[in-house]
């Protein structure tokens, strides 16, 4: 039974394919979902919000780094395309028309642009026509704005029978000038980028700060009465319901990075810091991507770079006795 076959048996339906996000996010989500009927069998909060975190990091995680690298693709796709045009426009120069010069520049290196280059040229071997060949190249990058002006630029010029060679020149031209300027503005930004970092780190100090200030309150509190005297409780000591489930998410940081009695208040306190520090770590690094390279994707990396610093120093303060009771 040959696959034509296979599909008219069985409703028309071809094999089904899964993208390399999807196969991650079918994966954690069956782990999750696992370790969320073990904890519900056995009847334990801290074993089902254990599996939400880690369904949630091991979705999260990959699909971040995929969208990151697929930014990075853009990204050096749009400044090695201006060398591309320009290298076709010399092999029309020379004499061969616009689809054996893209064919004749695919065995030519242009990074991650080159991979589309050869399925371009791929494509026109095949006997595909040169704008169907354009139009499919601009709807695989067509995440770029500059990318898909520039190409329909090109395609429209082919179409109609302008002159080819002046709108490529043109259109590298104005690439070229766009990534000067792009790269200008990122210079004069990064100041503003080193500050969100400052943010980060000062943000650290005041905890550590307001932590020591909060240590002899500590100590009075694990005296009798001393707690109920200052109005300064654990609310996490007796939780019930759903106040427990959440509590003992909450109580994740404490227990298992700072190693600290999830009981006492001091472990409260610093499994709350951890919470602000980390909001503060991400939410910084997305405004410096969005101020450096004008991408919420870009800022992705920085709350990455952020977010480990911050965590990293504050285990050393846990270490050195500076956070924490």
Wanted: glycine share 8%.
């Amino acid at each position: 039974m040959n696959e034509e076959n296979k599909k008219k048996k069985f409703g028309g339906l071809g094999e089904i394919s899964l993208t390399p996000e999807k196969k991650i996010v079918l994966i954690s989500v069956t782990i999750t979902a696992i370790i969320i009927v073990i904890g519900y069998i056995t009847n334990n909060a801290g074993v089902i919000g254990n599996g939400i975190i880690l369904g949630i990091f091991l979705i999260a995680v990959p699909l971040v780094l995929f969208q990151y690298e697929k930014f990075r693709t853009i990204k050096e796709i749009e400044e090695k395309f201006p060398l591309f045009l320009r290298d076709v426009v010399e092999s029309i120069h020379s004499g061969m028309p616009f689809h054996q010069a893209i064919v004749a520049n695919s065995r030519l290196d242009y990074g991650r642009l080159s991979r589309e280059v050869k399925k371009m040229a791929h494509q026109i071997s095949w006997g595909m026509t040169v704008n169907k060949v354009l139009d499919q190249f601009t709807e695989r990058v067509k995440s770029s704005k500059r990318l898909y002006a520039s190409l329909k630029t090109v395609r429209e010029s082919y179409l109609t029978g302008g002159d080819v060679v002046s709108t490529l020149d043109s259109v590298a031209d104005n690439l070229t000038q766009l990534d000067d300027a792009e790269k200008e503005r990122r210079m004069l930004l990064n100041q503003y980028v080193m500050l969100m970092y400052a943010v980060a780190f000062i943000f650290v100090g005041i905890v550590v700060s307001i932590n020591k200030l909060l240590v002899p309150v500590f100590q009075i509190s694990q005296s009798p009465g001393g707690a109920e005297a200052l109005g300064l409780t654990n609310p996490c000591l007796a939780p019930l319901g759903m106040e427990a489930f959440i509590c003992d998410i909450y109580s994740l940081p404490a227990k298992y990075i700072f190693i600290i009695d999830p009981t006492t208040i001091g472990a409260y306190y610093t499994s709350l810091f951890f919470f602000m520090t980390v909001i503060v770590s991400i939410t910084s690094g997305l405004v410096a991507g969005q101020i450096s390279e004008n991408s919420v994707t870009a800022g992705m990396k920085h709350s990455a770079i952020m977010t480990g610093a911050v965590v990293g120093t504050m285990l050393i303060l846990k270490f050195v006795n500076l956070l924490g009771v």
